[in-house]
């Protein structure tokens, strides 16, 4: 369901006041000293908070682009997923040219040769989202549409356009690579190694460039593919199951890399089984990953990855807007130290039953995480019911509060000793009619 024109302008005003004079990252990014999560080169830690315009090079001007930045910097969104090459695979046209027939190459076909015009309009585009303070996960050679390309050119010829992009972009700083992409067929030696030939190429010309690769669905991670494991700095989740389970899963690894939802089910779509696009899935994805250890997360609809038709019309969506408050809530906190609570040490009763498959509107699953020193305890309910929390983890006594995250209002509970036993029941339903909140516990 869209907003009225009305609710569209409130949402944002909104989102604009509270996002207005943010500093702009210093890129490029690189994994914090811990390895937990991302942060730029003041290491100031960096929450991804991204949308997904995939389409972007192929069906979209400078200045369209711009205008889509500009409307997904209002909701604090700072990343970018964009294919480098878009074909139909990801709603571009069949033989790769932009929507003004501008070729990627000047044979077509052929990795070797690279149509300059073509690599020029993508730059202008990764400046201007440098300019929104954006950074770019840019796809060289996004493997749904193009593995059929790399197969017919071969691993030299990949590892030499890897040189080529990573020398073309060097100098731009607002980079991550982001490879892969539907990539079914990554345990298959031949395509792994073109795959891995570009990845190679690209961190012989400027490894300044952290990367990552979005595997195969329903469910992977970056790490699973062993051959890659040296190349990767960033560990992708991509999932169309309960979030919090992968994600907890990589998070537990013994070499592990910083995670981030690279993509789960979009708005306005629907897959994985009996899962969907609606507003409380999206909202269960997204908090079920911002309380399970990551460094950020991708949201995206059926019209913002296109970039297709009425595009334009539908990018104000209770969607992006109810995304947006995920930033909000968490951008003020210690964020990047909350740490899991996977033993439930902290929320002890309540928590539901964890699972790996459950569709995701029938799971109810509460993730729970808290800070080392006892000062902050966060908790995502999908349902209303009662939890306790074993408040001696707290350091102090605490401010209590339910987080409505249809609306981002805030009802204050009450003052609780760091003592004992505590239960918390949700006031209801949320402002949208569901069940889902989010308990924060404050040490000042």
Known sequence: MLRTSALCLA??????????????????????????????????????????????????????????????????????????LCDSYTACNSDGTTFDGIAPFTTPGDLSTPNPAYFDRAAKMIDTAASHGMVVLLDPIETGGWLGVLQSNGAMKAKKY????????????????????????????SDNTLVRAVMRGLDSANPNHIQTIELDYLVSASLEDKALRPLLKLDAVYTYKPTYAEELSEYKRANFAPTFMVEANYEFEHNGGTDGGTTQNLRRQEWWSALSGTTGQLYASAYSWRLTGDWQDNLDTIGIQQFSYVKQLLAPMNWWDLVP???????IKGYGKYSTDDPIPDDTYATAAATPDGKLVMAYLPTVRKVTVDMTKLAGSAQAFWFDPTNQAETFIGSFVNAGTQNFTPPGNNHDGDGDWVLILKVN
Not at 163 to 189: A, C, H, M, P, V
């Open 162 to 189: 890897g040189e080529f992009l990573g020398n073309r972009f060097k100098d731009r700083t607002n980079i991550i690579w982001l490879s892969g992409n539907d990539f079914q067929s990554w345990r298959t030696k």
């Open 11 to 84: 949402a944002s005003l909104i989102a604009t006041t509270a996002f207005a004079g943010v500093p702009l990252p210093a890129f490029p990014l690189k994994p914090s000293a811990n390895n937990r999560y991302l942060v730029d080169q003041n290491n100031t830690p960096f929450m991804i908070i991204g949308d997904a315009p995939q389409a972007m090079v192929g069906n979209l001007s400078v200045m369209q682009a711009k205008h889509f930045m500009d409307d997904r910097a209002q909701y604090g969104i700072n990343a970018l997923w964009v294919n480098l």
């Open 341 to 347: 609570d996977r033993a439930h040490t902290v929320l």
